[in-house]
């Protein structure tokens, strides 16, 4: 569960191509190198403690902030995913690299005069083109079209998307359409800080699939996550902070039951 609501959090939060890889983004503070992430089975008797470590990982950053490479560890040392990043002269990212046990390949990233990718090129381990997207933005960097092409730049699909936003240009919806059909409705909500508490989705006949909820401490990380379909997920999570304000220890608790103790250490320019 926890890697579900990970990919669902980062891949459904805003329709974007590439993100952006800047340690901000992680709401870290300070001029930062390595983050490294040590998740542990969490022992619960008078209070939480940590148990045997289920996972690590670690983040490389440049000096401009930008994050270079990341590998993800199970629960001994042994590299199970890596990924690299290249940048160009404007901290660009302009080639995504990744690597496991069992694939390997890459993808490059070509960006228009805005600064938005324009072409996204996927890559096997032998150089061989997988697949390509070419993309269209509006004003506010949102995907408007998405166009795919097989290895044999032969277009597979075209994808639209059509948005509503709020005073503050955060985004209240997005509708989907695959190849002219509304296939999916997302909504928004935020709070004052313009984070997201509320994220519905909806088919394309306007009816709810499911819905995330969220909350936030005072320091924009968050606290709980609801996830609602069949059935309720209710994540707490609670964090212990330095002077900085950059958590250095969070317990994970899935509907109450204390799940995973994650430890945060940070190496800094």
Known sequence: MKVLFLFAFLFFASITIGQNRH?????LHGKVQLVKQISYDAIKKNKVTKGN??????MFFNSSGFKTSENWFGPSDNVTYKFSYEFNAENQNTKYSHESTSSKGYTLYSYDSDGNISERVTYDASDIVEEKEV???NKNKNVILLKKYDADSKLIREITYKYKYDDR???LENQTFYDGSLDQITRYEYNENNLKTKQAFYNGNDKLKWQ???K???NKNMVEWIYDSKSKTVRTYEYTYDKNNNWTKKIDYRNDEPEY?????LSFY
Do not use: A, G, P, W
Request: proline share 0%.
């Open 23 to 27: 340690y901000s983004n992680l709401n």
């Open 212 to 214: 995330e909820f969220f």
């Open 135 to 137: 993309m269209t933005y």
């Open 53 to 58: 470590r289920t996972s690590e990982t670690r």
């Open 169 to 171: 240009q955060n985004m």
């Open 216 to 218: 936030y401490d005072k």
């Open 261 to 265: 103790v994650t430890e945060q250490i």
